[in-house]
């Protein structure tokens, strides 16, 4: 078992920034990538970004220049550092890990509010 924990998340002006945290614990060992997803009111679950236990990363096209992800393996944590916020950006912001089983492990979530 993995668990998740995320943190960062608040409200903000458009143009802000925020940086999300998602700490894990557990089987962390069995842990092959990490990721952030996000999800708007009435919409679906997206891909916001990804990093591997290489470091190899994977953006959204909407989010690509904007938002970084890192991850530092000493601590278990995943950070997503999110800049040039838009309003569109409004969602919960989910830390999803994928296991070397193929078993996917989600976090309770952070709310992203962004202002006009």
């Known amino acids: 078992q993995v668990q998740l924990v995320e943190s960062g998340g608040g409200l903000v002006q458009a143009g802000g920034s925020l940086r999300l945290s998602c700490a894990a614990s557990?089987?962390?060992?069995?842990?092959?990538?990490m990721g952030w997803y996000r999800q708007a009111p009435g919409k679906q679950r997206t891909l916001v970004a990804t990093i591997t236990t290489g470091g190899y990363t994977n953006y959204a096209d909407s989010v690509r220049g904007r938002f970084t992800i890192s991850r530092d393996n000493a601590k278990n944590t995943v950070y997503l550092q999110v800049n040039s916020l838009k309003p569109e950006d409004t969602a919960v912001y989910y830390c999803q890990a994928g296991a070397t089983s193929g078993r996917t492990y989600w976090g309770q979530g952070t709310q992203v509010t962004v202002s006009s």
């Open positions: 557990g089987s962390i060992f069995s842990i092959n990538s």
